[in-house]
């Protein structure tokens, strides 16, 4: 069975400062897809970035870029000049043969001003 | 585009009752999951619903049921409340069964009392 496993429950930095949050996962599966999703205040999961894992490229999408590194199963977030609107929950999710997200436990970002 | 709803926004049961649930996914997509989110955790799979058969389901006993009708929109039905089912019950949808990319609703914050 997949697992994803976060171990930063909390971090913090300043705003304009750059952060990088870890995930790991497990899977003997070889095509997947891995997800950062950002659940703000208000509940609603939004979809940050999503990594093919057949693609060797880092995904990028604006001041969110992942480090995605197959063989040690690791799928880290770097948020780049971060802002107060970056405060959330976010969880790392892995997607495989069985069609379903498999969740980590995520990780509160506090963004100070 | 209208993006996933779900119905009603929070609900206050006690023990014992029975709740419903509804979602309306995104216009075009045939795929509905449904995840519990307990508080300060990860959502987990309840199920899946692919063109209103379900396909898939987490470890969830048969109180959680469901439907998906030929629009698409869905229900999750909760038998036999207990106080543990109080939680953030999330809906996705997805265009197709194999489709990675889910989007997601804002949720229904249940309490069993």
């Known amino acids: 069975a997949q697992t994803v496993t976060q171990s930063q429950p909390e971090m913090s930095v300043q705003e304009a400062e750059t952060v990088t949050l870890s995930c790991t996962y497990d899977t003997s599966e070889s095509n997947y897809y891995l997800f950062w999703y950002k659940q703000p205040p208000s509940r609603q999961m939004i979809l940050v970035i999503r990594?093919?894992?057949?693609k060797q490229q880092n995904a990028t999408e604006n001041r969110f870029s992942v480090n995605f590194q197959k063989a040690a199963k690791s799928f880290s977030l770097k948020i780049s000049d971060s802002q107060l609107g970056d405060t959330a929950m976010y969880f790392c999710?892995?997607?495989?043969?069985?069609?379903?997200?498999?969740w980590g436990a995520g990780t509160k970002l506090i963004i100070k001003p | 585009e209208t993006g996933v709803t779900q119905s009603p926004t929070h609900l206050i049961k006690t023990r014992g009752q029975q709740v419903t649930l509804r979602c309306s996914s995104q216009?075009?997509?045939?795929?509905v999951s449904w995840y519990q989110q307990a508080l300060g955790q990860g959502p987990q799979f309840i199920f899946q619903y692919y063109r209103e058969e379900e396909n898939g389901r987490g470890n969830f006993p048969p109180r959680f049921s469901g439907l998906q009708f030929p629009n698409y929109s869905s229900e999750l039905n909760v038998n036999a409340l207990e106080l543990d089912d109080s939680a953030l019950y999330l809906c996705?949808?997805?265009?197709?069964?194999?489709?990675?990319?889910?989007?997601f609703g804002p949720g229904t914050r249940l309490t069993v009392l």
């Open positions: 216009s075009g997509h045939n795929t």
């Open positions: 996705a949808s997805s265009l197709g069964l194999t489709a990675d990319t889910q989007y």
């Open positions: 990594q093919e894992a057949y």
């Open positions: 999710a892995f997607f495989g043969s069985n069609y379903q997200l498999i």
